[in-house]
């Protein structure tokens, strides 16, 4: 930052976002674009205890406070997601956007009761003598750490004991092609509705990033028409489909829609950004 107010530097990119307001036009100007594809997203593993419950993964989606997450841990920079996929994309369904879960934690403890959860006596449900609590793996980062912090909040506060495991980057993008964990985050950036190929067909599973484990024959029906219809109104009509199932069968609980910021000095002209919200410098240049 300081690099950037000495005139040393012309473009920053991930800034720091506290400090974003100290930059103002017409110095500066602060460019924000949302990475397309799936947001942020929980992941759930739907083969081990205690996701295999879809009551359970119900639950997570009303217990995390999106809008917390998004003004603590991100600056207010993005939105909380509720889709599958972010609205930037052809075939985005706004109407499964208003029917998903909002957070409710009273709600996510009804569902957690209904799939016979009870109190153990210290806070944290249990069902059969076996407690609710799960392990969590994610990779260290500022912004990420506030980010973990206030999901494991939330769900204590709903019964729910998350442990949260910090690793690598390339170990945690390992294990969650292993479907290792009970529970993580991840995101895929793509510019078409087809990248729900990745993490919702069950090919995808241990190939690519399907890393809930989610096999629907539902689901791989709809995404592989998708893939092979090129019809634009038959296509949207598919994943709106596929976004419903999503929601109904909850393997990923979508929470923040990502933008990137740059900063931009105002001797540069031409500055964009590309359909992946990255920097695009081809017809960029700086006045003296």
């Given at each position: 930052m300081t690099l950037e107010q000495s005139n040393q530097i012309d473009v920053v990119y991930n800034p720091i976002i506290s400090q974003l307001a100290q930059y103002r036009e017409p110095q500066y100007t602060i460019v924000r674009a949302t990475?397309?594809?799936?947001?942020?997203?929980?992941?759930?593993?739907?083969?081990?205890?205690?996701?295999?419950?879809?009551?359970?993964?119900?639950?997570?989606?009303?217990?995390?406070?999106?809008?917390?997450?998004?003004?603590?841990?991100?600056?207010g920079i993005g939105s909380p997601a509720n889709n599958i996929i972010t609205p930037n994309l052809f075939g985005y369904?706004?109407?499964?956007?208003?029917?998903?879960?909002?957070?409710?934690?009273?709600?996510?403890?009804?569902?957690?009761?209904?799939?016979?959860?009870?109190?153990?006596?210290?806070?944290i449900l249990a069902k059969n003598g076996q407690k609710l609590e799960v392990t969590y793996a994610s990779i260290a980062s500022t912004s990420g750490n506030i980010q973990d912090q206030i999901v494991q909040s939330n769900l204590k506060a709903v019964g729910i004991?998350?442990?949260?495991?910090?690793?690598?980057?390339?170990?945690?993008?390992?294990?969650?092609?292993?479907?290792?964990?009970?529970?993580?985050?991840?995101?895929?950036v793509g510019t078409d509705p087809d990248v729900m190929y990745q993490f919702l067909q069950s090919a995808s599973i241990h190939r690519s990033y399907d890393s809930a484990c989610y096999h629907s024959p539902k689901m791989d029906r709809y995404l592989g028409y998708g893939r092979t219809t090129t019809d634009p109104t038959?296509?949207?009509?598919?994943?709106a489909k596929a976004q419903q199932l999503a929601m109904t069968d909850m393997p990923y609980v979508p929470f923040y829609n990502i933008q990137n910021a740059y900063?931009?000095?105002?001797?540069?002209?031409?500055?964009?950004?590309?359909?992946?919200?990255?920097?695009?410098?081809?017809?960029?240049?700086v006045s003296s």
């Open positions: 990475r397309p594809g799936m947001p942020r997203s929980l992941v759930l593993n739907t083969t081990q205890f205690p996701f295999d419950n879809v009551l359970v993964r119900r639950a997570i989606a009303y217990a995390v406070n999106k809008a917390q997450i998004v003004a603590t841990a991100y600056g369904s706004a109407q499964v956007a208003s029917q998903w879960p909002k957070y409710n934690p009273a709600k996510a403890k009804q569902l957690l009761a209904q799939a016979g959860f009870r109190d153990s006596g210290n806070g004991q998350m442990n949260i495991r910090n690793e690598e980057q390339a170990a945690v993008l390992a294990d969650l092609q292993a479907c290792k964990w009970q529970m993580s985050n991840q995101l895929f038959a296509r949207a009509a598919l994943y900063i931009v000095n105002g001797r540069v002209h031409g500055f964009a950004v590309d359909t992946q919200a990255f920097w695009d410098l081809y017809n960029t240049w």
